[in-house]
């Protein structure tokens, strides 16, 4: 099958260089158009008043007014201004290939594609080019700049790129430049109220057309978010180095893609492969003996209730002991690892913002990180590293090949790694020992996730990032990078300052999840408000709030929502105990698949997803709502047409409600068919779990 | 008094220069105290942890949190970390000085200060040394960075100032970074919602202390704009230029005062003369002959309502016949001057954003300036130039001489600048002729500014300036810089997108007039929706939400409470016409003063300001409130004693209402005499305006 995809790739593939554009270059109001395979979106670039600009069409109306582009420079004159059009190349590409692991194997794509060459007016020999591709799904757009534009070396100090969205529109959205990096709650606002956003931002017109604007194939750039100038009209910002200068880079270069999902209903959007298609393929071969999709238990949430801490000032969460217990925990009910925060010197006192107090390679020395790894394989079971560098970068690349080293001769195949440190307060010392304090989406921090990407590679190593650069789709080109967080996750519910609100997982998938896998860690039982002292008593009190705003049938649901190959069962193993029917779901689930099929959703408000596991017959299916209690119909139009199944339903029970009666679940089973209406009832901040066991035709 | 204040100030000076902190610098835990002359503040300086710090104690109790201090450069190593408090100098000063104009004619100063080395600790060798002053009304921090520290050249890439208020305060407020510069509508949010604010912002904690940060004596830096970190903890960021770097020094250099207004009541804060006081003496010398504060009329506000045009593309506004009759009007009613704006070429197409159109020195044909200006002067009247430079920076400081020149030769001594452009977008050509793009609040702006200001000194002109850098007290070292912009002035009352509300004049004299005059141009009598077609049919429709939501009483009181020596009398002639019980008032208040008492106030909801006209013995009252009517009762002990007034007082009528009754106004005569209460009742949106005429003893 894919061997026949890219021979059809092949053969679709039209080149038409050369061709140039129909008016005369030297008047500047040339204009070159690009049209998606179904003729739906229309992409025009010209060059208007010798600005560089592109404008997009959907079923005929505009949607992206003339939108700016350029580029501006350190040294060199802008390519902004004085330009006309020049030559534009043709291509158009169909075909599909296969992800290693995913949300779906199989992943089609086909574009039709123009180069075009703007030309400086006064100096015809400088000139750069703006690649666009128009998908069925969405578009792409980039810069190709070479030595003819601005020499050996650029120095980027403004990207211009402009989005005139609809100004009509609603907007989710977070803030960018904040401290907490993209840890926020999601807002729901008219377009107009956006300053500064994070991408992805997705927005919703008033007739019902749903876009996202974001970036692929982040490789060495700085990460994009958007301010906005004016109304609707976004303009790029690019996250600085230290110095100011946004990109360093030597030419030929090109961007990554400016992409615009858009979709005429709010299910298209996450259905969309836009950003992993306009990625480069696997790098890294075949890592399917080490790359392992998979579910996990660790010694993690107990810290974020504040029931044990990181380092020995309280009560030591990664002791031998517990690393044991929790192996065995794993080994008995099929998880494939146990991931261990706070093992490794370095969290006594003030770690966070204090230096570069982490080792890599040294134990506490009540973790014996060799019994315990020999423990877990007798079991079956593998430790999951952890490198947590509170944002002190060069003190952790100074370590890296010795801690993959240490991580791959003791069998860990999977690091979570983190960058906890205000944005903008990414530590390195430059080459003259001089410390220089980087953000975590600039272009300093997207080398560094690829030097730390090719050193886990080399140890066959797969990593998982917290506090991340943003996702651009780069787990196409390199498959050992599973997941990231980059969003608000499960601790903001152990903290409570507020914990997210029933709504926040109806804005993810929507959202931050168009980039990529989130590692949001779901599955607490335990669901009633924190209120135990923390045993620290330096970490201060519980805030009254911290709980967690879902039913049970709703922290089942996310394994199916929340796309990861890598899932983790973040409660503590007693609380699982507790409750054997809900655990079960947990413990049947996937984390790797065939196909996913968006079924319904609106944003912010609910979402069905229906997932088939990958080589096999089973679905399952994931519902969740927001604050409101709501009635779904499904229609299972997606199972064979020859199988029967049955349908283990989670669902939440009668009088349940996130607030009063979280814990109350129905576990029932019945036999179902292709074309069959499930009615699940989701409770105010509810959800439902289904498994469609396939029981043969 | 003069000549004797200088004399005190003299003999109180004591300078201590070598005296050092108390503990071992080489511990890093020393720190240096300074208090305010009546002792109420107290600020600590500290190197804890090797990271200078400072601490604000008012009245016993911690109001600034422990708050880092440092700065990052370029190239050398940052003066933020591995430091020890070294040497400590001491020193007080007291005295007097007169404004050449003013909102008073004698400000006095009282402080205490300290000048404290920062030592590295591994090269003690590199220092550098930051001074603060502690007065009765608040404190200013600068920082003195030699070449010891940094070598010759230094490019700061970020100043680390932290200010880390109290967490319950509310805030006053304007967003930082946005298009639109400072020209926004103020927020009045709980402090934990601002995120990236202007200066001055204004503060109030839970128990009536307010607060007012902002920064004094910005010549050859970067304006700081505030980013809050966390709760209640704000670090200053600077305006990058183009590439990035914050500011670029030549050691020795002192940053601009970082400071921060105390007051135990809003009053207080309005009355303080901190900013002043902490800049740089009169550098030009007796200017009286040729800076004139005073009032004005001008072909201004026809173009803001779309009655006439800038350029000729419409109905052209500045035409010599319409000049003529505005000098006449001006003449007869005893205004200075006639602003007229649109009368050079260059107004005609899309001049905002659209390269270096504007000529500064050929007028419109229909424009007979030579002519107009011998008209004005045969009747007492000068015109007032303006030179609008769309942002064009470079542009325009290539006619600069020109420009001035002409005007000096035609008598012209006031010019309005003004620089439309988004923030961000000012542009410039550098050295080789490249396109650069620069922030209002940059360093390149400061020096901008500088530059136009010497320039027009030398043809003894005086600076008005629209879309401005943020003031900062310049006006003492330089003034010949009467007034400046800087806010949402009476201009959005035309356009209505939205008007300013009510309560915008009740919070301008606590945030942006903190910082210095404001030419907000007040005075419409025209007060009702503005439902006129627009004489260009391109400017788009007048949004139907524009008018003044004030009443007319309240537009009089402004000329009192919102301080400039330069007021605009801004309506039509026609509209003062048709009220000359109003206009009266207009003609009657003085624009210089002998004095100034705020007599009572809350930000965002009334205020009432007092002023003695210079040289005279008359007072003037101004008054407003917000959307809410109210009764005001003013106790006159600022009167002489022994002196006999007649209060001409302007109030809203009974039935007055910004929104129904807007210009229902009474004016009445009372004699008054020290001591009396003076009761206003305020409507709803209204004010009231009171000349205190003296009447002998």
């Known amino acids: ?246 990109v360093r880079a030597q030419t030929p270069f090109r961007s990554p893609w400016r992409t615009i999902q858009i979709s005429p209903d709010a299910p298209g959007l996450i259905d969309s492969s836009l950003i992993l298609n306009l990625n480069e393929p696997n790098k890294l071969g075949d890592v399917s003996e080490w790359v392992k999709p998979g579910k996990y238990v660790g010694i993690w949430w107990a810290m974020h209730i504040r029931d044990r801490t990181w380092g020995r000032d309280g009560i030591h969460g990664a002791t031998t002991e517990e690393a044991m217990r929790y192996m065995d925990f794993a080994a008995e009910h099929g998880f494939d690892g146990v991931l261990i925060e706070g093992w490794n010197l370095g969290w006594d006192g003030d770690w966070y913002r204090n230096g570069d107090v982490f080792s890599f390679t040294e134990p506490y020395p009540d973790f014996d990180i060799e019994a315990i790894t020999r423990y877990g394989h007798e079991r079956g079971v593998r430790l999951i590293g952890h490198h947590e560098t509170s944002g002190n970068v060069t003190n952790y690349e100074q370590q890296l090949e010795g801690a993959f080293a240490l991580y791959e001769r003791l069998g860990v195949n999977q690091v979570k790694t983190g960058y906890v440190a205000d944005a903008g307060d990414i530590k390195r010392l430059d080459e003259d020992g001089i410390p220089r304090y980087e953000w975590h989406d600039g272009q300093f921090m997207a080398q560094h996730h690829v030097r730390v990407l090719e050193s886990a590679a080399r140890h066959r190593i797969a990593i998982n990032s917290h506090e991340p650069i943003r996702d651009t789709g780069l787990r196409r080109t390199y498959p050992n990078w599973l997941a990231r967080e980059g969003a608000r996750g499960q601790e903001y519910n152990a903290w409570g300052n507020p914990p997210n609100p029933p709504e926040h997982t109806a804005i993810l998938p929507w959202t931050r999840m168009l980039s990529g896998p989130m590692d949001f860690t779901p599955g607490i039982f335990d669901l009633r408000p924190n209120e135990r002292p923390p045993v620290d008593p330096s970490m201060g009190r519980n805030d009254p709030r911290s709980r967690i705003e879902t039913t049970l049938a709703k922290q089942l649901s996310l394994y199916v929502v929340l796309y990861s190959p890598i899932q983790m069962a973040a409660d503590l193993p007693e609380n699982y105990e507790a409750r054997p029917d809900a655990f079960q779901f947990i413990k049947d689930v996937p984390a790797d698949w065939e196909q996913s099929i968006t079924l319904s959703g609106a944003i912010g408000d609910h979402i069905a997803i229906a997932r088939r596991e990958r080589g096999g017959e089973d679905w399952y299916l994931g519902a969740l709502t927001d604050e409101h209690g709501r009635s779904l119909q499904l229609t299972l139009d997606f199972l064979r047409e020859d199988g029967a199944y049955t349908a283990q339903i989670y669902r939440d029970g009668e009088d349940a409600h996130w607030r009063d009666q979280p814990t109350s679940l129905v576990v029932e089973s019945r036999p179902v068919r292709h074309g069959d209406v499930l009615k699940l009832d989701l409770a105010p901040g509810g959800g439902a779990a289904v498994r469609l066991r396939f029981d043969g035709r």
Chains 1, 2 share one sequence.
């Open 1 to 246: 099958m894919t061997r026949f995809a890219a021979l059809l790739s092949l053969l679709l593939t039209i080149l038409t260089t050369g061709a140039s554009a129909a008016a005369d270059p030297s008047q500047g109001q040339a204009a070159a158009t690009v049209r998606s395979p179904d003729g739906q979106i229309v992409v025009t670039l010209d060059a208007i008043g010798g600005h560089p600009a592109y404008t997009v069409h959907y079923r005929g109306a505009e949607l992206i007014s003339r939108s700016r582009l350029g580029l501006r420079f350190r040294r060199q004159a802008g390519l902004d201004e004085g330009l006309a059009l020049g030559q534009v190349a043709r291509r158009r590409d169909a075909g599909e290939w296969e992800q290693p692991w995913g949300e779906r194997r199989v992943v089609t794509y086909a574009f039709k594609e123009i180069t075009a060459a703007f030309v400086n007016q006064a100096d015809p020999a400088r000139r750069f080019q703006v690649v666009v591709r128009a998908y069925d799904d969405g578009i792409g757009l980039r810069y190709l700049v070479g030595p003819d534009a601005v020499g050996e070396q650029a120095e980027i100090v403004d990207e211009l790129t402009e989005f005139a969205v609809p100004q009509d529109a609603t907007a989710w959205w977070i803030e960018a430049g904040l401290p907490n990096r993209q840890e926020y709650l999601y807002r729901t606002t008219p377009v107009s109220e956006v300053k500064r956003a994070h991408t992805p931002i997705t927005l919703r017109t008033d007739d019902g057309v749903h876009l996202a604007i974001h970036e692929a194939a982040l490789v060495d750039y700085a990460g994009m978010y958007l301010k906005q100038l004016r109304s609707g009209r976004f303009e790029a910002e690019l996250f600085p180095w230290y110095d100011g200068i946004k």
